[in-house]
């Protein structure tokens, strides 16, 4: 008897040998052995505690920061989706469900009075910008978080503070195997017709600078200065990654479908007909041209899972 047919049986849905690709933010990437869609809290509790523990689990949202290899992902997939996309708003305080869009969040936040509009050009889920500490023009999701929720392996519900995640520069330190299910953001407070603009404005900004109609991930490599765009005008280029690729030559550069953007030379994107192998494949292409012409070596902001698939 394999795992497969060990599985708990939850009340939510379990779909095997599931494409990912249609659920992947650029469109590619192979199957999940299982895909896991719980309906609640509780049915994801009971699943992690009653599943074997050596079967891999890896939770996904929207895919917007991330890579799923064409040979697909191995155990379960997590995928969060109604039940935890809520959005709850009391004064200054603003609830989330990591399956709800960070720009909704916002939106609606932005309505209520509270100012968490760096979120509007975020793309993906609550649940991605916590893990990944996103941000913006000189703002992260650690500027605004009081806590998060938890599910563990072994389905214990645990509520983290902003300390014990541990926040870096794109990255968090949530427990391994942490599934996060909400996070509490805090705001200051503002005139919303004010916030509304603060967010077009911004919108406008990213569409000038960014390939925003293209299919990509955003920022594919870190910047080695260890921080984003401020947004300010005395922001200096020295050590940010589009400036080092553009450097070495590999702005346009493409393989296959993919191609790093024209626009902005840090956005990795698929122009309609990339694998993940063409994506990955011209990323790390990017990291040894940038590496020979500089001596720094580019770490990926994209994450990167799954098997490679046998050529």
Not at 4 to 12: A, C, F, M, S, V
Not at 82 to 93: L, P
Not at 112 to 123: C, H, K, M, N, S
Request: charged share 25%.
């Amino acid at each position: 008897m394999s795992w497969i047919d060990r599985l708990p049986e939850p009340r939510g849905r379990l779909s095997y040998d599931r494409a990912l690709d249609s659920l992947s933010w650029l469109r590619t990437g192979g199957a999940a052995d299982v895909l896991f869609q719980p309906a609640d809290v509780e049915d994801l509790q009971t699943f992690m505690r009653d599943i074997d523990p050596q079967v891999p689990v890896f939770p996904i949202g929207v895919c917007s920061n991330l890579i799923i290899r064409d040979g697909g992902i191995e155990g379960v997939v997590i995928r969060l989706g109604r039940g935890f996309n809520g959005i709850e708003i009391t004064g200054q305080t603003v609830t989330a469900g990591a399956a709800a869009l960070d720009a909704q969040v916002a939106k609606r936040s932005t309505e209520a009075g509270v100012d968490l509009t760096f979120l509007r050009t975020i793309p993906g889920t609550i649940g991605g910008a916590v893990t990944m500490n996103a941000g913006c023009y000189g703002t992260y999701t650690a500027d605004v978080l009081e806590s998060a929720r938890c599910v563990l392996p072994g389905g214990d519900l645990v509520t983290l503070s902003r300390e014990e995640i541990g926040f870096g520069y794109r990255n968090s330190s949530l427990p391994e195997g942490a599934i996060l299910i909400d996070a509490v953001m805090t705001g200051p407070d503002g005139d919303p017709d004010a916030l509304a603009s603060k967010m077009e404005d911004a919108l406008a900004k990213r569409a000038a600078t960014q390939p925003v109609d293209d299919r990509s991930c955003g920022s594919t490599f870190r910047n080695p200065a260890g921080f984003s765009s401020s947004g300010r005008a005395d922001d200096v280029h020295d050590l940010k990654a589009w400036k080092l690729i553009e450097d070495a030559g590999m702005r346009g550069a493409r393989l296959g479908g993919a191609q790093m953007s024209t626009k902005h030379a840090n956005f990795l994107i698929n122009t309609g007909d990339a694998t993940s192998h063409d994506l990955e494949t011209l990323g790390e292409d990017v990291r040894k041209k940038v590496f020979d012409q500089s001596g720094i070596a580019l770490e990926w902001e994209i994450k990167r899972v799954g098997r490679q698939k046998p050529i």
